[in-house]
Structure formats: C-alpha cells, structure tokens
C-alpha cells in the first residue's frame, strides 16, 4: 500500500528565511510524489512532482523539493519564504496501479510572518 | 494551468434533504474526475472515481447510495449527497485527470463546504 506522512502540523517561517514542509513515503516500487498548495477557500494547486530522474525537483513559485530513497523522504523547500506563501501544503503519492488514485498526507499549514 | 470549478462553494441544508455539486473542467476534456472528502486537518481522502458514461468507481466504505456520483459529458460530474445527516458535513472537493505541458496530473476545484443542521 503507498501512503504518505507530514509529521509536522504547521510550520512557522520568518519572512526570508529558508523553508521546509517535510513529507516521509512509504511505497512498494518506484514512488510518484507530489506536491499541492491550499490557499483558503481555493481548490489544491499542483507544485511540483518526482517520477524519476534528478532528486531535486523544481516546481512553482520558487519551491523546490528533494527526493531522498534513503530516507524515504520528499520535502519541500524553499530558499527564501514570503508572506503570500503562507498556505497549507500536502505531500500526496499516486498509486502504482491506479496512476488516477492519490494519497494524500495530512497536511502542514505553513506561516510565514513579516 | 487547467480550470476545475465546483458549484455551490457552499451550502447549508436541514437534515433529510438531498445536496448536488456540481464539478466542472473549464478548458479540458476530463474522461475521469475524482472526488474527495476533507475533513478538518485531515488529509483528503478519495471517495469515488467518475466515469463519462460509466458507472463511478467507489472506495471500500464509501456507501455508493448515499452519494450518488453522475458523470453525463466530459466537462460535468456531479455529486449527490442524499438524505444527508450532520455527519455528512464536510468539505467535498472534486479533481480531473489532464494532460499537460507538466505531464500528466490532476486539478482541483476549489471545494464545496456542506453542513448539514
């Protein structure tokens, strides 16, 4: 079974400073990971996504993440945060026998203050 | 990027009645749409799987009676929440399949929040 795991429920960031939402996967085979953003009231936006290739990927916004087999790990950061990323952010991974079917982690809200 | 809307952004209704949403895909043709349910600080977790022209697909434990999942063209899939109770409250966000310059993935409508008195 794949599942998905953010251990931390929010995540607080001075303006400028380096950011990381993290996110653990358990997977049998090779892991999708994605990420989505949730401003208020709006529908989850795609970030970005590891299906193979180089461990650090690049996505909107200025985020980036790194997959790490190692660790089972896929965070998500960011060089220098800004008030409008505050949001929540889920770590999702998509079923390897069903590319339609996501798992969904439970979410970090992120607070990035002034 | 791709467009999914939801109609009614909200909506409050008495025990009993029944509720539709409504998921669109604006600029793309989605063959499959999914929906979700969110509860607060939980994860989303997959109700059913829409099909055009098809039955929906549900998951183990979501009662396929109580929501009743349409998907009558391309671009609409509507969800039913019948005789709904208070435990039905929740957010409901629906998504679709599409292809793009990012590859393959999914877009996702802004929500529906339902309580039900």
């Known amino acids: 079974a794949q599942s998905v795991a953010q251990p931390e429920d929010q995540v607080n960031v001075a303006e400028g400073n380096p950011l990381t939402v993290k996110c653990t996967y358990s997977v049998s085979g090779n892991p999708y990971l994605f990420w989505y953003v949730q401003y208020p009231n709006r529908g989850l936006q795609f970030l970005l996504k590891?299906?193979?290739?180089?461990?650090l990927v690049k996505g909107s916004y200025g985020f980036e993440a790194e997959f790490n087999k190692s660790q089972t790990s896929f965070h998500l950061k960011k060089p220098s945060a800004l008030v409008s990323d505050s949001a929540l952010y889920f770590c999702a991974v998509r079923d390897i026998n069903n590319f339609n079917k996501f798992y969904f982690g439970s979410g970090t809200k992120l607070n990035v203050k002034p | 990027g791709a467009v999914v809307s939801q109609h009614p952004s909200w909506v409050i209704c008495k025990s009993g009645t029944s509720v539709k949403i409504e998921c669109r895909s604006l600029?793309?043709?989605?063959?499959?749409m999914f929906w979700y349910r969110q509860f607060p600080k939980q994860s989303l977790m997959l109700m059913a799987t829409s099909n055009e022209g098809s039955k929906a697909t549900y998951e183990q434990g979501v009662e396929k009676d109580k929501f009743l999942i349409n998907h009558a063209s391309l671009t609409l899939s509507t969800l039913t929440v019948t005789s709904a109770h208070p435990e039905d409250s929740s957010f409901y966000i629906c998504?679709?399949?599409?292809?793009?310059?990012?590859?393959?993935?999914?877009?996702f409508g802004p929500g529906t929040r339902l309580l039900v008195l």
């Open positions: 600029d793309f043709q989605a063959t499959t």
């Open positions: 590891y299906i193979t290739g180089d461990n």
């Open positions: 998504s679709a399949g599409g292809l793009t310059g990012e590859g393959e993935t999914q877009y």
